[in-house]
DNA sequence: ACCTGAACACCGTTCAAGT
DNA sequence: ACCTGAACACCGTTCAAGT
């Protein structure tokens, strides 16, 4: 933390000496640390030394300047994103693709938050990149024989499959990792929930049902599914 | 609202004269009224015309309280959802089931919040209540003809695609709701994204991805993904 | 134009004091 | 045992005053 107190008074800071990219830089600082939930803007404002309503004269309101977080969000997970690629089955560039997203997510609980689970509006600007990530993947559909709604529908139905596995397995993570392993046992008990119990207790599947085994096996039914699609589409066209 | 006070002093109340469920029930209202994030148990007292130390009395932290909520909600979802039913195809009942359970989140946002988004722990009770559905559903399936592993995968599969299409659905109508109409005929630029641009001019697809064509599309994929499946589970039990 | 402290209303929570 | 007001630390936000 810069030192720019003299006798716990702050010294006053020049003008422009605050840019809205700092602030924004340090609430992500602060929300990696305190999630988006407890993010205040006081911390915000401690964290780079200045003034708590320094940051109100930038972002007029918290909310301001939490879309303004969404927005960086939702650039960074675009770039981190695989772009389509032709030089691989369209199966498994999706396979890739949503792969990505669901460890991108995963593994950074501050993006989920702001991209996937508040309820905010964002720029413009970035529904426009977003809806330009699906163009592509639409794109990459049809020249793969799909008919344009049907490309569209897929790649909707694959976002929706993966925003929900990221979102159980999150809600999972941070509520109850802890005591699942230890509950399992008394939880699931042989006389009420037979099949469950023997599930359990061959190990065959995690309670979670957002584990990896349960995204690849949910990935590949809707993959295959498409995949019948596909030749009815295909059929239509040779009609 | 009662009136109890005299010269605008709150009358003490008489002990026992608050029941926790009249907590719970307030809270459910001024939920209803003000959201979950924007819950106070200043209101909620206020709903009660009681101090508000004294919910705190009842439970000792906000988030006793909405663990109690989390619970009555797990209860009234639970009840609302129909019961496994041998007299239809288990394709047939999957469909009503889980546009039920679309249904019921989609009309009440604050049990999506509670039960579906939230970050919160459960009652053991509860817990034990949500897993008994899912061993219904479970040898539900399994009588159907599909292998123990598989049945649970594919509830869990369903479970994951349709929470991810309740809260696309809620953010985006929380949100957006008023401004993506108007934005569709600017968002998207015929220029960049010609495949989307097409597709809205047509009225082929509505760009929240979580319409009721949407979900009965992804349904109806995933459905006839495992039904390929049962196919494979019976071939191997004939083996 | 930008940065700041004082001040305000609201919130969750603690505690000692009532009955 | 249960209900209460006073009191506290923290929060978002406004405003008038500095430079």
Redesign the interface.
């Known amino acids: 933390m810069t030192v720019t107190r003299v006798d716990g008074v702050r010294k006053r800071r020049e003008r422009g000496s605050i840019a809205p990219e700092d602030i924004i830089d340090a609430a992500f600082a602060v929300a990696e640390r305190d999630s988006i939930?407890n993010l205040s803007v006081q911390e915000v404002a401690k964290h780079l030394d200045i003034a708590v309503t320094s940051v109100f004269w930038h972002f007029r309101k918290k909310e301001n300047l939490l879309r303004a977080m969404s927005d960086e969000a939702i650039q960074a997970v675009q770039q981190l994103l695989p772009s389509p690629n032709t030089a691989i089955s369209w199966r498994a560039f999706l396979e890739e693709y949503y792969t990505k997203m669901r460890e991108v997510y995963r593994t950074n609980d501050v993006l989920a938050d702001l991209v996937?689970?508040?309820?905010?509006?964002y720029s413009?600007a970035s529904?426009?990149l977003t809806?330009?990530g699906?163009?592509k993947i639409?794109?990459l559909l049809?020249s793969a024989g799909f008919s344009?709604?049907n490309?569209?529908?897929l790649n909707?139905?694959l976002?929706?499959?993966?925003?929900?596995?990221i979102?159980?397995e999150?809600?999972q993570r941070?509520?109850?990792v802890a005591?699942i392993d230890e509950?399992q046992s008394?939880?699931?008990v042989p006389q009420?929930?037979?099949?469950?119990f023997?599930?359990v207790q061959t190990n065959?599947?995690s309670?979670s049902?957002?584990s990896d085994d349960?995204f690849t096996?949910?990935l590949s039914?809707?993959l295959?599914?498409?995949e019948?699609?596909l030749k009815s589409d295909q059929q239509r066209v040779s009609d």
């Open positions: 939930d996937l689970i508040r309820l905010s509006e413009l529904t426009h809806y330009q699906v163009e639409v794109a049809v344009p709604v490309a569209w529908r909707g139905t976002l929706t499959y993966t925003r929900g596995i979102i159980s999150r809600t941070i509520q109850q005591t509950r008394t939880l699931i009420s929930m037979p099949q469950l023997e599930l065959s599947v309670l049902m957002a349960d096996f949910g039914v809707l295959s599914g498409f019948q699609l």
